[in-house]
């Protein structure tokens, strides 16, 4: 219904200009015929014959135009038909593309939380690049850039396996979540885009993401000293395929006997189990080419 008022309404404004060339041309009819001689003795010059003279002239002219506007029309009506199956076609491509390039990730075996290599830390300090962390809620940035010694730095490592679809390229944590008893600790991306690592291993079957998370050193979200008895996580990511396919959505993981290794300190959590679920249908992410 839609597509046919806008119709509608494209015709009706291309009759508009015909209409306005109708009435001009008539008026000039009108003006030529009061101001012929009527009172001429030349039998070409006799009112009637003039007005009849001027009235096939102007349906000649009329009979014209309309053909023209129909011509006309039926070009646009075409170009547009052909515009939109153009349309149609690109955008079945691109669905079919899609449909076939994306990829979807679950969080399996243990996740690691320590506190970041001291030369990681140092660099960090004298770069101030914070766009593969993310901060605590309360956290100003601004307060970090002046008082970085304040701050701790803490890395998390998600085993994970794709379960569907290609092979993952990268993934961006919009919102994370740990949760301690009736205590939630939530984590915001310190700038846009991807906002992790992507990790393998020697052998290339076992893979991890790396998220490191900005936190007040004298708060009680983490201690060097003693495990950190989290129950579960919850995250808001986006997942990007090697072909720059992206899927939404939030997982959720659950954890039992959590453990400090011995050997580097590091804070163990197996994960007991996990959900995901999808917030919305797989897209294209086109980027911007950059000269490197």
Not at 44 to 63: D, G, S
Not at 86 to 99: D, H, M, P, W
Request: aromatic share 12%; hydrophobic share 40%; net charge positive.
């Amino acid at each position: 219904m839609k597509k046919k008022v806008e119709k509608l309404k494209r015709r009706i404004n291309m009759i508009w200009p015909i209409i306005a060339v109708w009435g001009i041309v008539f008026i000039i009819c009108i003006i030529v015929f009061f101001v012929g001689d009527p009172m001429s003795d030349d039998s070409l010059r006799m009112p009637n014959f003039r007005m009849l003279t001027i009235i096939l002239a102007f349906a000649t002219f009329v009979m014209a135009t309309l053909f023209s506007f129909l011509i006309l029309s039926h070009n646009i009506n075409t170009r547009n038909m052909s515009a939109e199956t153009t349309k149609s076609a690109e955008e079945f491509r691109e669905l079919q593309f899609v449909s076939s390039n994306y990829t979807v990730i679950d969080f399996r075996g243990d996740m690691q939380l320590y506190e970041q290599d001291c030369t990681y830390t140092a660099a960090l300090k004298e770069t101030k690049n914070f766009n593969f962390y993310l901060r605590q809620d309360s956290v100003e940035m601004k307060d970090v850039t002046e008082n970085f010694d304040d701050y701790a730095f803490i890395s998390v490592k998600l085993p994970y396996r794709v379960v569907e679809g290609k092979t993952l390229a990268g993934v961006r944590i919009s919102r994370f979540r740990f949760s301690r008893d009736n205590t939630k600790y939530r984590f915001v991306p310190c700038s846009g885009g991807v906002n992790t690592f992507i990790l393998h291993d020697e052998s290339g079957k076992d893979s991890c993401v790396l998220i490191n998370l900005i936190i007040k050193k004298d708060g009680d979200f983490y201690s060097r000293d003693a495990v950190t008895p989290f129950g579960k996580i919850k995250l808001n990511l986006s997942m990007h395929s090697l072909l720059g396919v992206e899927v939404n959505g939030w997982n959720e993981l659950y954890f039992t006997n959590p453990r400090k290794l011995d050997k580097d300190g590091s804070n163990l959590y197996k994960i007991n189990s996990s959900q995901f679920k999808i917030s919305g249908l797989p897209t294209l992410v086109k980027e911007v080419k950059t000269d490197i």
